[in-house]
Each structure stands twice: as structure tokens, then as C-alpha cells.
């Protein structure tokens, strides 16, 4: 059913984090999230240059069925944004681990990558 | 796990995603909401709707009993025609809306399944001093095909004599072939027709309209469906505690001849006056052509002709509309509403009022 990349961590509210050479992590929903979701047809993306809090929601994103927010995995700014989803937000559905990524954090506080889950233990939560 | 229609194993084997739908197993979509969506308005899809109630409604008092039960009348039907109406509650509520089928020998109702016990109840209590029979016809199924293909691919599969009488059909009529019905009515606002028929025909219908690459369709598109076209969902834009007529439903309510005494109707009457007077609410479509989706239970802030805020009304049902691109809804708002906002995660934002009906066939149908 649903994949879960080993190199990724993962969130309890279905984010996915990739930690990026320049030390900035990418982050976007797990595709056991965009499955629940079903179809998306539209995505509020987080404000380039803003800062989030862990936890906090800094996105939503919206199917056919319902609203969604994200929630920002670790703290920090807000250095990049897929401006690509405005248009086309399906592509999170398609491709939820590249191409749909949401946003690039540059993590002010790198212990909270630490709390993640890996990609058995987040397999495990959900089901 | 809940109750299954005899096409169960077909949703399984098709990769369906299963919900529970008022204690039914149904597909909810097959991969795509929006595909299959986009399917039904551009070529044709397939429904399986066999959880839907069927009861069989004979004897020498079936129409006596239908034009008390039933807000529309059926002396108005001839054989093979078909009408829909709402079952009203002493206080002029909504205990259900239906299609009412003249048969043959007798009609047949189609109504909710949510709401088949107290529906089967209500008919039970209202039977006395009328001879009929009524029976729930459990062992039939239901398979709706619609789109503009529609006909032509469920003729290719039907015995030509069948083919040839429903080729003829027009909107709202039906042709009985032995034990299959066979109707142009439906939930989507395009062409298309509800077969009912027995449960080991239906798999085979299924399959062989699979085989000739009819998409089928989940409950999921058959909702965005039925809003664009600005149908009622029971339960969602009416119930037992609202006037038909703040669900737009005036033109289903006959008055004429007074004499007839439906169920609700001294309570339509009433109702009728406050409903012109502008004291209950109406229904209105609105439009969002910004980004967001409206959903159902969103308030809906109103305000009269000179600006001021007039009352609030309330977000009945909600979508993405996959033909427009952008959220639809209906809403039941004061009478004399001219502009209004909905409260969307917290804000308002303003909307556009339509009258309700967004597509028909494929097409926009609001400026």
C-alpha cells in the first residue's frame, strides 16, 4: 500500500522530513497522508522567510473531501517554497515524496530532528 | 463489516477504497475522485447504487395511498413514467425525498438508505384504510450509468428488443422489460439511466460494461456530481426540521387539486404563506472563484439590500467542483439576502450567489 522511503523521518501528523546536504531539511506529506486526502486541488503554502515553530501549522492542504493542515516538523525559517503546487497541486498525490515536496526549513534546533520517527517505526503508528 | 451489494467482490477486484455508508460497504472512489468525476461528464461512468431501498407498492389502493403519502402526485403519472417527491412529516418536514416509478402493476419507490427504517416505518403507520401491499424488493439491485455515452454503451449490452425501448426513452420515463426496470433518471445532471434488476444480472451488466471500459464510480464523485448539477443530498440539505420549501423544492409540492390531502400539507400551507411573505429561508447556490473549498456546517454571513448585516445562514453542502475548478455549494440563508460572505477557516470571504445548479450537461450553467 502506502511507501515510506527509509532515508526519510517522519512526523506522528503524517510530515515527512529529508535532511539536505546544506544542512536545511525539505519537508512534505507522507503518502499515507495524500492517500487518506485523496484527490488535492489546492495547497496554502507556508510564507518564504517566515519562521515556524515545531508543531505549529504552517500549511493546508485541501482534497475534494476535506482540509488539511501541515505542521511544521522542527522549528525554524521558512528558506524555500514549492511554488509549483499553486498550479498544480495534484502533484502531491502523484509524487509525494519528490516533486510534492511543500517547503525547505533551515532548522533552528537540530534536536528536534532527533524526536522524529524512521520510516518502521512510522509504518508502525499507522496502522 | 457491514452489509454488501451483490457487487461487492467487482469494487474489491476494481481497487476500490471502501467506506461505511450508513452500515454498507461502498466504493467511496477508485483511485480518483476527480478522474472518475471528470469520466462521468466527458464519456460515461457506472454506479452501483444497489443499496438504495426499492419497495413495491400494489393493490387496488396504491394510488389512493401514494397521493396521501407522497408532497407530489401521482395521479400525474401515466405507465413508464417516473417523478420525484419528498414524504413529508405531519409539521411539513422532510422524512425523505424518492423517485416514484408507475409500473405495470402498481409503483415502485426508491428512496435512502439512511433512511429506510424510518421510512418503511412511516409507510407501515399511514397503510391502514388503504388496500395495499407493500414490499421491499432487498434481492434487486441497482446500477446507475451515466454520461454522455451513457445509452449507447448500456444498449450494446442489453438483448435488442430491451436496446430498441430504451434508445426511446425520455427523461423521466422507464421501461419495464420482465424482471428488469429500466429508467432515464439519475443523481448527475447528464443523460444516462438507473437499472434495476436482479442481483446475478447486475454482475454480469457490471462486468461486461468494465470490459467495454466504462468507468465505475464511487460515492465520492456521485456527491461532487449531484452538487454541480444542484441536487439535494438528504440529510445534508434537508431534514425533518426544514420546509422543503427553504430546500427548493416549491415546484415538488402540489397544491392543486386542494382537495388532496397529502401528508404535510396543512403545514406546506402555512408554510407557504411565511415563504412568500420572505420569512423562511430559501436555498441559494454560491460560488467561490477564489482558492479554498466551502464546506458543509461553514456559516454563512448575510446582508440585505442597503449592506447591513440581514441574519446568518448555513452551508449545507460544499465541494471542489472538478467541472469548474473552483468550490460550489448550497446554502439556506435569510429570504431577502442580496450579498453574502462564508466563513472560511475563520475568515470571511466573500462569495457569489447563483441560482442552485452549477453544470448540466458538462456545460456551466450560471453567468
Known amino acids: 500500500m502506502s511507501d515510506f522511503p527509509d532515508d526519510l523521518k517522519y512526523a506522528a501528523t503524517h510530515e515527512w522530513v529529508r535532511l539536505e546536504e546544506d544542512g536545511t531539511v525539505t519537508v512534505g506529506i507522507s503518502d499515507h497522508a495524500q492517500e487518506l486526502l485523496g484527490d488535492i486541488v489546492f495547497i496554502e503554502l507556508p510564507e518564504e522567510g517566515g519562521t515556524v515553530a515545531v508543531r505549529q501549522e504552517m500549511s493546508v492542504v485541501e482534497s475534494v473531501k476535506a482540509a488539511s493542515d501541515v505542521y511544521a516538523p522542527v522549528s525554524g525559517e521558512i528558506v524555500a517554497v514549492n511554488e509549483d503546487l499553486t498550479d498544480s497541486p495534484e502533484v502531491v498525490n502523484n509524487s509525494p515524496y519528490e516533486d510534492g515536496w511543500i517547503c525547505r526549513i533551515l532548522p533552528s534546533d537540530e534536536t528536534e530532528l532527533a524526536e522524529l520517527m524512521d520510516a518502521k517505526a512510522y509504518a508502525a503508528q499507522i496502522e | 463489516m457491514g452489509k454488501q451489494t451483490p457487487l461487492y467482490q467487482q469494487h474489491i477486484d476494481a481497487g476500490a477504497r471502501m467506506v461505511d455508508f450508513a452500515g454498507w460497504d461502498m466504493p467511496i472512489h477508485y483511485g480518483s475522485v476527480i478522474n472518475e468525476h471528470h469520466r462521468v461528464r466527458q464519456q460515461c461512468g457506472m454506479f452501483d447504487v444497489s443499496h438504495m431501498t426499492i419497495v413495491d407498492i400494489t393493490g387496488t389502493g396504491a394510488r389512493g395511498y401514494l397521493r396521501r403519502l407522497l408532497a407530489n402526485d401521482v395521479a400525474r403519472l401515466e405507465s413508464g413514467q417516473a417523478l420525484y417527491s419528498a414524504m413529508l412529516n405531519e409539521s411539513g418536514g422532510v422524512i425523505d425525498d424518492l423517485i416514484v416509478y408507475r409500473l405495470a402493476n402498481g409503483y415502485r419507490l426508491v428512496v435512502n438508505c439512511a433512511t429506510r427504517d424510518k421510512d418503511l416505518a412511516w409507510m407501515e403507520r399511514w397503510r391502514a ?196 475548478k473552483h468550490s460550489i455549494a448550497l446554502a439556506r440563508i435569510p429570504a431577502n439576502t442580496s450579498r453574502c460572505e462564508v466563513e472560511l477557516r475563520g475568515r470571511p470571504q466573500a462569495v457569489r450567489m447563483v441560482p442552485p445548479g452549477f453544470v448540466r450537461f458538462g456545460k456551466k450553467r450560471f453567468d
Not at chain 2, 420569512?279 to 479554498?292: D, I, K
Open chain 2, 129 to 324: 384504510g388503504f388496500d395495499v401491499t407493500l414490499a421491499e424488493r432487498d434481492e434487486l439491485a441497482i446500477i446507475a450509468v451515466h454520461g454522455p455515452d451513457s445509452i449507447d454503451q448500456v444498449c450494446a449490452h442489453l438483448p435488442e428488443g430491451v436496446a430498441q425501448a430504451t434508445r426511446e426513452l425520455k427523461n423521466f420515463r422507464a421501461t419495464e422489460q420482465e424482471d428488469w426496470l429500466v429508467a432515464r433518471t439519475g443523481y448527475t445532471g447528464e443523460k444516462g439511466l438507473e437499472l434495476i434488476l436482479p442481483a446475478s444480472d447486475a454482475t454480469a451488466l457490471w462486468q461486461a460494461l468494465l470490459n467495454a471500459d466504462v468507468q465505475p464510480v464511487g460515492l465520492g464523485a456521485r456527491d461532487t456530481l449531484r452538487l454541480e448539477a444542484g441536487m439535494n443530498l438528504y440529510g445534508q440539505d434537508m431534514d425533518e426540521e426544514i420546509s422543503p420549501l427553504s430546500a427548493n423544492l416549491r415546484r415538488t409540492l402540489i397544491m392543486e387539486p386542494a382537495d388532496r390531502d397529502f401528508l404535510g400539507r396543512e403545514a406546506v400551507e402555512h408554510d407557504l404563506e411565511r415563504f412568500e411573505a420572505g420569512e423562511l429561508p430559501v436555498q441559494t447556490g454560491l460560488v467561490l472563484e477564489e482558492r479554498g473549498v466551502m464546506r458543509a456546517g461553514q456559516k454563512v454571513i448575510c446582508y440585505d439590500s442597503a449592506d447591513e448585516q440581514c441574519g446568518e445562514g448555513i452551508l449545507t453542502s460544499g465541494t471542489f467542483s472538478p467541472t469548474l
